[in-house]
């Protein structure tokens, strides 16, 4: 049984590019979360999306970050015209469906977003 | 989302003696906790877990003690080994949605 999926594992962008991180979820489960870590901090939580649905945003910047979760394929994070503060390990994680309590989250290896 | 927090970002500890590091978190409604280890380069990976209706769970090495009465949660590692060394990562859920403390960095001294 796969656990989560994130590829690539290491992006270099140079400033103003575009970066896609992509992030299949284990097998079973229809919840996908985002995270960022700068170094030395802890994970930040991004946004929460089940298939197609934006459940909750509200770590996301206002501006030039989206992610999708769509009905066939991997979930995707997209930071349009990258700055260097963007640099960071960005790491998904999936729980299974359902609101039960109890659900944990499973982390995948991250992608390591270095903007130069 | 709540804050969570960690009392110590740094620890060191002896080979072979018992480690222990807090969090603290500020969301009363949160029912569910996780304590993640996180090694250098690799994603968080899932150590233990506590429903609030318990307040202590027992697992391989490992217990978490929950304290809701000040919103206080801990994990114990038991004869702490060089492979214990990481960053040790609280999270505090409701339903599907998680918020992570600081970490703690955790080296074990040979």
């Known amino acids: 049984n796969a656990g989560v999926m994130q590829n690539p594992r290491h992006l270099v962008r140079r400033r103003g590019q575009e970066a896609r991180l992509r992030c299949s979820p284990m097998?079973?489960?229809?919840?996908v979360y985002w995270y960022r870590q700068l170094p030395e901090e802890g994970l930040k939580f991004m946004v929460y999306?089940?298939?197609?649905?934006?459940?909750?945003e509200s770590g996301m910047p206002k501006e030039r970050f989206s992610a999708e979760f769509p009905k066939e394929g991997p979930s995707i994070l997209r930071i349009q015209q990258v700055v260097r503060g963007d640099s960071a390990a960005y790491f998904c994680?999936?729980?299974?469906?359902?609101?039960?309590?109890?659900?944990?989250?499973?982390f995948g290896e991250g992608s390591w977003l270095t903007v130069v | 989302g709540e804050s969570v927090g960690l009392h110590l970002p740094t620890l060191s500890v002896q080979e072979g003696d018992n480690s222990i590091i807090n969090c603290a978190y500020s969301?009363?409604?949160?029912?569910?906790f996780i304590w993640y280890k996180q090694e250098s380069g690799k994603g968080p990976q899932f150590i233990i877990d506590i429903r609030s209706n318990m307040d202590k769970r027992q697992g391989q090495r490992v217990t978490v003690l929950l304290n809701k009465t000040v919103k206080h949660l801990s994990l114990q590692i038991a004869a702490t080994q060089p492979g214990d060394s990481a960053v040790y990562f609280c999270a505090e859920g409701t339903g599907n949605q998680f918020y992570f403390g600081t970490g703690t960095s955790l080296t074990v001294i040979p």
């Open positions: 994680a999936s729980s299974p469906p359902g609101q039960t309590t109890g659900n944990t989250i499973y």
């Open positions: 969301n009363s409604a949160s029912d569910y």
């Open positions: 097998k079973g489960h229809s919840h």
């Open positions: 999306l089940q298939k197609e649905n934006i459940i909750d």
